[in-house]
């Protein structure tokens, strides 16, 4: 397990502490939706951190091309259809590049600026010139707004329990999954990032801006910087 990382709940539980089960059962939301908005029909979309395929089922059935990458082996075999890579994700180095790169989940908020960057070259490395890299960052609240919950409307309820600092501007959160037949609980380190932060963070990778593509921010297009 990940240092600051940890999780509870049935089924195998991976080094983030995410559960394998319980990504199995949640819904893939609006994602899909942003993602093909954004991006070129038949698009190659390198998939970093793609857990059991919760997005990249629903991209391969709206006809891209995807290469799936998780560090967990209980995660990708619940992948169907794409090509599956077991790897870290600031590791991988595959020596091509695609039309997307996804780092989707938060993940650009590592707690470790050194992996957060790490995570960062990976995108850079593996996009076309002409290409996107697509990223999901936290809620202006995210941390504030706190605790919360929601309802989905397949039938569970999610809860930011609570959002503790630890120093150096990183949170330790706790967020609960509660279905009628089970309970997962995910303990994880977050680094809060301003939106100045994330975008000098970007940069420092050879990636800027091209877009929010939703109006809470969340979603990111950036593309490589002319000098990259």
């Known amino acids: 397990m990940r240092a600051g990382h940890q999780g509870t709940g049935p089924g195998a539980i991976t080094p ?10 949640l819904p893939a939301g609006d994602a ?26 629903p991209l391969l059935e709206r006809g891209f091309t995807v290469t799936a990458v998780d560090e967990s082996a209980e995660m990708l075999e619940r992948v169907r259809g794409a090509r599956t ?8 180095d595959l020596g091509e590049r695609f039309d997307v790169v996804m780092l989707a ?8 600026p050194e ?28 941390h504030t707004d706190v605790p919360r919950e929601r309802v989905d409307p397949s039938g569970f ?33 977050a680094r809060l990032l301003t939106k100045e932060q994330f975008e000098e963070a970007l940069a420092q990778a050879g990636l800027e801006v091209d877009g929010y593509l939703t109006e809470d921010g ?4 950036a593309v490589p910087t002319a000098q990259a």
Do not use: N
């Not at 890579?85 to 600031?90: D, P």
């Not at 969340?218 to 297009?221: E, G, L, N």
């Open 16 to 25: 983030d502490g995410c559960a394998v089960e319980l990504y199995s059962r």
């Open 218 to 221: 969340i979603w990111v297009r």
């Open 157 to 189: 309820t999610l809860r930011i329990a609570s959002s503790e600092p630890v120093g150096d501007g990183v949170h330790s959160v706790r967020a609960e999954y509660e279905f009628p037949d089970a309970t997962w609980t995910q303990t994880f380190l």
């Open 85 to 92: 890579i077991r790897s870290t994700i600031e590791d991988l």
């Open 115 to 142: 992996e957060r960057q790490a995570l960062l070259r990976t995108c850079a490395r593996h996009v076309e010139k002409d290409g996107c890299v697509l990223l999901q960052r936290e809620g202006e609240d995210y």
């Open 105 to 112: 989940s938060f993940l650009v908020h590592t707690g470790d």
């Open 32 to 57: 899909p939706d942003v993602i093909s908005a954004a991006v070129p029909a038949g698009a190659r979309i390198l998939e970093l951190g793609c857990g059991v395929g919760r997005m990249t089922h």
